[in-house]
């Protein structure tokens, strides 16, 4: 099982961007698929989006498509979200978890990192 410490958040205004980290340790991170998942104050954690293994393929919520951006370095064991044009319905704590790939459930996840959007 992979271990995950996500960084990156913090202030930005509206229109501007941040990049979010997913450091991992403890397995081979390619075997895993990585998403990243966000939670706002009263609201129910959402999907964001999700790169494969290989980072052949990505997924994104129809909410961030367009404006967001997962990647991975296998090589460095490091996932990211670029986040672009960012608006305060953005305003969340964003998680990355990973799942095994061919799993149907995220079985690690980190802490989370705050962004804050302000207008």
């Known amino acids: 099982q992979v271990q995950l410490v996500a960084s990156g958040g913090g202030l930005v205004q509206a229109g501007g961007s941040l990049r979010l980290s997913c450091a991992t340790s403890?397995?081979?991170?390619?075997?895993?698929?990585m998403g990243w998942f966000r939670q706002a104050p009263g609201k129910e954690r959402e999907f964001v989006a999700l790169i494969t293994g290989s980072g052949a393929s990505t997924s994104y919520a129809d909410s961030v498509k367009g404006r967001f951006t997962i990647s991975r370095d296998n090589a460095k064991s490091i996932g990211y979200l670029q986040m672009n044009s960012l608006k305060r319905d953005d305003a969340a704590v964003y998680y990355c978890?990973?799942?095994?790939?061919?799993?149907?459930?995220?079985?690690?996840w980190g802490q989370g990192t705050q962004v804050t959007v302000s207008s």
């Open positions: 978890a990973a799942r095994r790939s061919g799993g149907n459930q995220y079985e690690c």
């Open positions: 403890g397995g081979t991170f390619s075997n895993y698929v």
